[in-house]
């Protein structure tokens, strides 16, 4: 490259006021000179080349110097001027850009021609290769070097050297084109970069498909294919290829998804992403190919470990004006950007891809228990297990969503074999309903109901946990002693194992629902028929311990009630003998009294007994022995006593006594009466 030269200011001043007329009069010839080395760097000097004309001069706004002023003041940083040099026939300038490599060359041609205003993509297609797939030098550009000097009219008409008519004669045509690599030098038609001096058997398009295993292997397969199927001849190519690649265990056409017309494949097995990018080289013949992982956590709608694909291949040794795909298999959702289908996340270009999935956080197990107190209490225990990889890579996230103090809960994780379980416990208060991973209850039931409660339990990880999986889930709802589930328990819930009192389920649903009637009692009863049961058995014991101070018992209660009945008798016989003779006397006493008033009375007619009554006669017993009351009847004079009335023999005998009188006669049986 050549430098600017020191020149006095007449000198400067002619070379520009030259470059001015070549540039606004006759308009200026692009030549393109692209100097390439084998690791890819180089420069490309584009020389305008234009004529000189004495009446070009007129044209010049402000002298030569401000055509300088307007090149400096707007030269892109991508490009570095030399000057300009003159001759006696025409004047010159160059510009140059230059690169490290091929992908900052790519860099700086798109920098320039957004500079310039222009949509053009850059597509650049460097072949240096000796391989069966081709063999020589081949390049190809879509752009020209006009089209990176697009911004030089405007530059100088905004700074006013020109007027806008001359805008479109700054330049006239492209010129010379030459590549040069090596020891080589090849020539490109009309002023276009395109030479193609190999042997030309790449293929069409190029589909790489990524599958990750497990921590340590990335299962790779690359699909190749062409429009046309190809000649025996260039199938022979094809195969020395692939059979040239240095990739360990390859698989030749094992991966052919059958899609297009004609399609070749080679797979392997790596364990990383190093690996990976040293195979990707050995592939696609080049180097410098990348391949990363990165992986962070997500909370977006799914629960899960986001993995993002980035890296960069060049298929230019192997694919020609390639068709590129890279394809990720994940299984798992992917991006709005980025094209997705069938669990695969993919992009459309390999130089420069992006790609991202979310795999859903993995539940190696969960483990519900439910126990039932017998005072009819529920507490729940729900162990989540996941491997202890994803949990690092989580930080604290899953503990927080799993955290339950809302519902006045408690949160505990234990690592143990490589997994991490997180054990929520919460008991049955109102609170507990606000924890969106589980619900669970017990209900008391009307009387008259087909069972005395009801229990119910839902697990919803999914909604603290979005959409997450789970390889394997138990449950358990223990009720206590005593209890039991009724008989549709096990109708209602079919995936359920209902037996007695206890309900297990196993399952690959990380969700779980169960809701069935119970019956049995609750603790208060249940001890007050044990506190019943034990007075019982104390009862019968002591009775057979005592039975025969009890029979002793029994006989004397049966006797005392015995003699008390007798003494019940016998005061009823004392007390009706006691009514006779009362009634007994009274006749007596009145009999007597009846007797005296007839003693005391003349005879006569309703009298007395008169001179031939009879008088009273000794009573039988006496020395006399027994009399009898003679004499006629009260008031029949001379005759017999209408009565005879008996005479009481003396108690204790002996000699005849006064007659008594009826009222010692029951006092002196009262004295004798019966015990």
């Given amino acids: 490259m050549k430098q600017n030269k020191q020149t006095p200011r007449g000198v400067r001043v002619a070379l520009i006021a030259a470059l001015a007329f070549l540039l ?5 010839k692009i030549d393109t ?58 004047a010159t300038g160059s510009f140059t850009l230059s690169f490290s490599d091929l992908d900052e060359y790519r860099d700086k041609v798109a920098s ?38 697009g911004w ?30 090596g020891s ?24 790489v498909v990524v599958t990750p295993g497990d921590a340590t292997s990335l299962d790779v397969s690359v699909v190749l294919g062409r429009w046309q199927r190809p000649t025996g001849p260039i199938v022979s190519k094809e195969d020395e290829y692939l059979e040239s690649i240095d990739v360990a265990d390859k698989r030749i056409d094992e991966d052919l998804p059958g899609e297009n017309d004609y399609e070749r494949s080679v797979g392997f097995t790596v364990k990383n992403t190093e690996e990976l990018a040293e195979a990707l080289d050995a592939v696609f013949l080049t180097s410098g190919s990348e391949f990363q992982v990165t992986e962070e956590p997500s909370t977006d709608g799914v629960v899960g470990i986001v993995s993002i694909y980035t890296g960069q291949i060049d298929t230019a040794n ?99 074999d490589g997994l991490r379980t997180y054990t929520v416990e919460l008991s049955e208060p109102e609170k507990s309903f606000q924890y969106p991973a589980a619900t669970f209850g017990l209900v008391e039931m009307q009387s008259g109901g087909d069972g005395d409660y009801r229990i119910r339990l839902s697990l919803s990880p999914q909604e603290a946990l979005g959409g997450v999986t789970a390889e394997k889930t138990s449950a358990e709802i223990q009720l206590p002693r005593f209890n039991s589930f009724t008989e549709d328990a096990a109708l209602s819930n079919p995936d359920w194992t209902v037996e007695g009192g206890t309900a297990t389920l196993e399952t690959s649903d990380s969700a779980v629902s169960f809701t069935a009637a119970a019956k049995g009692m609750t603790t208060t009863a249940l001890v007050v028929r044990i506190v019943l049961s034990v007075l019982l058995v104390i009862a019968i014991v002591l009775a057979i311990l005592f039975r025969k101070k ?9 006797t005392s009630s015995q003699m008390k009945a007798v003494q019940e008798k016998a005061a009823q016989a004392k007390a009706a003998s006691s009514s006779a003779l009362q009634s007994a006397g009274a006749q007596w006493n009145a009999a007597l009294a009846q007797q005296d008033q007839q003693a005391s009375t003349p005879g006569g007619p309703n009298g007395a007994a008169g001179p031939g009554s009879s008088s009273p006669q000794p009573l039988a017993g006496s020395p006399g022995g027994q009399q009898q009351w003679r004499g006629g009847p009260a008031g029949n004079p001379g005759g017999p006593s209408a009565s005879t009335l008996p005479v009481a023999p003396p108690i204790g005998g002996g000699a005849a006594s006064a007659a008594p009188r009826p009222e010692d006669w029951s006092a002196n049986f009262s004295e004798h009466s019966l015990m």
């Fill in 24 to 28: 606004c009069a006759c308009g200026a």
């Fill in 33 to 90: 000179a692209l100097n390439l080395a084998d690791d890819g760097s180089g420069e490309r000097v584009i020389t305008l080349v234009m004529e000189r004309d004495s009446d070009a001069e007129s044209e010049i706004n402000g002298g030569f110097e401000a055509v300088e002023a307007a090149i400096n003041n707007h030269l892109p940083g991508e490009l570095s001027f030399s000057g300009l040099e003159v001759t006696d026939d025409k």
């Fill in 550 to 558: 009890i029979a002793a018992s029994v006989r004397k209660a049966r």
């Fill in 152 to 181: 030089l009219p405007d530059a100088l008409v905004t700074d006013g050297v020109i007027s806008d008519d001359n805008r479109s004669n700054v330049f006239d045509s492209l010129g010379n084109a030459t590549i040069t690599v």
């Fill in 112 to 149: 320039l021609l957004a500079y310039s205003g222009s949509s053009i993509e850059p597509d650049i297609s460097v072949t240096m290769g000796d391989s069966p797939l081709q063999q020589g030098f081949a390049y190809s550009e879509n752009f020209t070097s006009r089209d990176l000097l």
């Fill in 184 to 207: 080589e030098t090849y020539s490109g038609d009309y002023g276009d970069l395109d030479v193609r001096e190999a042997v030309d058997n790449r293929f069409s398009s190029v589909t």
């Fill in 318 to 416: 192997v694919c020609s004006s390639c068709d590129e795909r890279i394809d990720v298999v994940t299984g798992a959702d992917s991006d709005d950007d980025v094209y997705a289908s069938d669990g695969r996340v993919s992009a459309i270009s390999l130089s420069d891809f992006s790609v991202e999935s979310v795999r859903p956080v993995t539940i190696t197990e969960i483990k519900a228990v439910l126990n039932v107190s017998g005072g009819r209490d529920a507490t729940l225990r729900v162990d989540y297990t996941i491997p202890e990889d994803d949990a690092e890579a989580f930080g604290d996230i899953i503990a927080e969503l799993l955290d339950p103090s809302v519902a006045d809960g408690t949160l505990t994780t234990k690592d143990a």
